[in-house]
């Protein structure tokens, strides 16, 4: 049977680097990795594609700069990998959003309000942007549509926060959100949110911290 868990490949590669990220594309069967950190003062703007056996270093004439602290993403409408903003070292931040075609990259939409921190993410209506740093209006999660950014308001989003965790569950077509920074005072956001197609955001609760036993 298939052994089920994480496994370490030895595979040579980007090399030791944090802030960077990164997302798997259907089309083209790789994980898509951009940018990231390798030292103090060193800040390759580069594209990595791992095909599941080996990564490879994509050359490109021309594309996104250097950076950390960005959002990628897989964009299933577009079918394309999709990359928002972070900062261009040391504190320049970015609004840029950038599209991974396979071969290169290209500029998709107007410069938007530069941020870090922020998460793209799938959810019924299209591509959205939450969060980030700079912090901006706690009912405003950005929406990309085919001229750019726009700013979506709506009085149950979650409150403005940075660095949390999201994800498009596929079997109940929800997107689900959990936690994050929550600005000012660097208070931890322990939260549970779902947007559905109809209702939009709505947050969920799970007092008893139920955990999965891991029987089938």
Known sequence: SRKVGWMRKSAAGPGRRDHTDM???????????????????????DTWTWDGVSWTRRVQSQGPSARIHHSIVYDPKGQRVLMFGGVLP?????????????????????????????????????????GGIPPRSSSSIPLLGDTGWRSDEQPNNPAA????????????????????????????????????????????????????????
Do not use: C
């Open 161 to 216: 926060r940075y660095l949390t965790a999201v994800a498009f569950d596929h079997l109940r077509g929800v997107t689900v959100l959990f936690g994050g920074g929550g600005p000012p005072g660097d208070s931890l956001y322990d939260d549970t949110w779902e947007h559905h197609p109809l209702t939009g955001w709505r947050q969920v609760s799970n007092p008893a911290g139920k955990r999965d036993s891991g029987a089938r």
């Open 23 to 45: 997302a798997y594309d259907p089309v083209s069967g790789r994980v898509i990795l951009f940018g990231g950190q390798i030292a103090s003062d060193s800040f390759p703007a």
């Open 90 to 130: 040391p504190r320049t931040g970015l609004g840029d959003t950038w599209a991974w075609s396979g071969s290169e990259w290209r500029s998709v939409a107007a410069p938007w309000y530069p941020r870090s921190h922020s998460r793209l993410a799938i959810t019924s209506r299209g591509v959205v942007m939450i």
